[in-house]
């Protein structure tokens, strides 16, 4: 079975503070995939990013950054210089290559609030 | 914006009554996905639907039912309410149905049952 474990309930920093978001995820399989999705106060789901477990090059899109470990099994997110607007729930997600479990199973979620 | 639509934003009804939510996919993804969030347990995955198809079940209550259309649009049905089932309801769409492609999400459909 798949297990995604996102153990920081909620964060709180102060604007232009840098902070990272932990995930640990569990699964059997060699082939899978995980991911970032954000939720703003608004409520929709957005996606941020995928990564495949054979591709374990760190990752940075502006002041977003994600370190993949497969030795730790951890997939972390970094905010570099928070801003108020970065304020919300993430989840980080995995899904798998198996027949009868094609969806994403996601952690419970981190909520960051951004103090201006 | 992410392609995906959903219809109504939000929806109060009463227990034992029946609804019916509506997903539109991106265009060119042949795979729906449903997922219901709330407070006691999550972000869970319901079903999934590929080119018409049922594709994977989840966690979806037999009181729950799903179905794709011709045209790739999908309706969650949800009959016999109870007050438990006050959530917010996702739809997801994907290129493939493997399960390992990026999934766009709706906006979500908010249930309240009274």
């Known amino acids: 079975a798949q297990k995604v474990t996102q153990a920081q309930t909620e964060i709180s920093v102060v604007e232009k503070e840098d902070v990272t978001l932990d995930c640990v995820y569990e699964?059997?399989?060699?082939?899978?995939?995980l991911f970032w999705y954000k939720q703003p106060p608004s409520g929709e789901l957005v996606f941020l990013i995928r990564r495949n477990s054979f591709d374990e090059q760190n990752e940075i899109s502006g002041r977003y950054s994600w370190n993949f470990q497969k030795s730790t099994s951890s997939f972390n997110f970094t905010i570099t210089a928070s801003q108020v607007v970065d304020s919300a729930v993430y989840f980080c997600?995995?899904?798998?290559?198996?027949?009868?479990?094609?969806?994403?199973?996601f952690g419970s979620g981190t909520r960051l609030q951004v103090q201006p | 914006d992410s392609g995906v639509t959903q219809t109504p934003k939000h929806l109060i009804t009463a227990t034992g009554q029946r609804v019916t939510l509506r997903c539109s996919p991106r265009s060119g993804d042949l795979s729906v996905y449903w997922y219901q969030q709330s407070l006691d347990q999550g972000l869970q995955f319901l079903i999934q639907y590929y080119n018409g198809e049922e594709r994977a079940k989840g966690n979806i209550l037999e009181r729950f039912s799903a179905q794709q259309f011709p045209d790739l649009h999908s309706e969650l049905n949800l009959s016999s309410l109870e007050l438990g089932d006050s959530a917010l309801y996702f739809c997801?769409?994907?290129?493939?149905?493997?399960?390992?492609?990026?999934?766009?999400f709706g906006p979500g459909t908010r249930l309240t049952v009274l």
């Open positions: 997801a769409s994907s290129v493939d149905g493997w399960g390992t492609d990026t999934q766009y």
């Open positions: 699964t059997r399989d060699t082939t899978y995939y």
């Open positions: 997600a995995l899904s798998v290559m198996d027949t009868g479990r094609r969806a994403l199973t």
